[in-house]
């Protein structure tokens, strides 16, 4: 199985939407699917089921690791799709603690989640690296950061990639995918120059080249609690997140190859 952090520096770039449609595409592909909300906010539980906040959760397992999967993992009406709601305890397990008091509850979760055989398991996190978001951090196999495409948005990058430093530390085998750009308007000044900015900002192999723009179909497969795919407006977009999973996949093809390389 190989575990992916969605995670940001500030709240507000489209997290939850590349979060849910990025997991659908995973699904779609054939792949074995786990999306597990780990924002207390509940927004990837509130976009698929208006009852995710009855539900037992990822922060209930973190109070109590005795929690049986079975009573966390919710099918979908895609059999190659499933979630973990935030849970009733997300109000209180994320408020406390300080980095690292959770990591090793965080790591028993997705070693439950591997034996449950699981191929990819996409993580929303909270958004800032400190509390839960670090040690989810800190235990995840690879890590996706949503920019949106927005001049406020491409100043927090580089303290991003600072505490992004920090975290390889505890996690070396982190693979840092890139930087994927959210909410681009191409029909706006600001918004393309805001990229390009970013473009010379970071090493090529650090941004995904498969920009998620910005488009009102997100909001309206929100509402009725689907991704953006199910919409028959939102083909267009559906196929945006094919392209950006075969990035992925590529990506980490290629990151298997050189670590097989490096090891002989």
Known sequence: MISIAISSQKGGVGKTT???????????????????????QGSVGLSLTRQSRLLSGFYDFLADPGIPMDRLVVPTRLETFSLVAAGQASDYEAGNGSSGSHLARVRAFLRNVAARRFDVCLIDTAAGLFGVTNDIIASADALIIPQQAEPLGIRSVPKLLEGLNRLRIINPRLNVLGVCLTMLQQNLAESTEAANAL?????????????????????????K???????????GAEIIFDSLRAEIQAKLKKSRQNSSFQSH
Request: hydrophobic share 45%.
């Open 18 to 40: 590349l979060s849910i449609n990025l997991a659908h595409a995973f699904a779609r592909a054939g792949y074995n699917t786990l999306l597990v909300d780990a924002d207390p």
């Open 199 to 223: 473009r010379q900002l970071l090493p090529a192999e650090m941004l995904f080249n498969t920009p998620i723009l910005r488009d009102e179909v997100y909001v309206r497969a929100s509402a």
């Open 225 to 235: 609690g689907l991704p953006v795919g199910i919409l028959e407006e939102g083909k």
